[in-house]
């Protein structure tokens, strides 16, 4: 019998392991997109030199995912979604760490 607890972990492996990468090709890629997108729209108000990188995406994500919640806490997609923006975002991270020598 599957724990309640694990129904989002399941959801969430399946979709970022399949569906999201067909769709958006590998999350490292896309939240270093994402990051260099808001790099630019954020110039002015970021600190001289400051950049944003994909540990951000990932908190950005889960904040639009927390807000959403808001109004519908009980809406399982939400907690898939965030379990997944977890995920990938870790993994991101850890791509982007190896290439900067960062560990």
Not at 3 to 28: C, T, W
Not at 54 to 81: G, N, Q
């Amino acid at each position: 019998m599957v724990k309640s607890r694990d129904m989002p972990l399941q959801e969430a492996s399946l979709i970022i392991n399949k569906d999201r990468n067909n769709e958006y090709g590998e999350p490292h890629e896309n939240f270093m997109s994402i990051a260099n997108m808001l790099n630019e729209l954020l110039k002015p108000q970021l600190a001289e030199g400051a950049k944003l990188g994909p540990e951000h995406v990932t908190m950005i994500m889960m904040a639009v995912k927390l807000s959403r919640m808001v109004t519908s806490p009980t809406k399982f997609d939400t907690y898939v979604d965030i379990c997944g923006y977890a995920a990938v975002g870790w993994e991101a991270v850890r791509i982007e760490g190896a290439k900067n020598g960062k560990r």
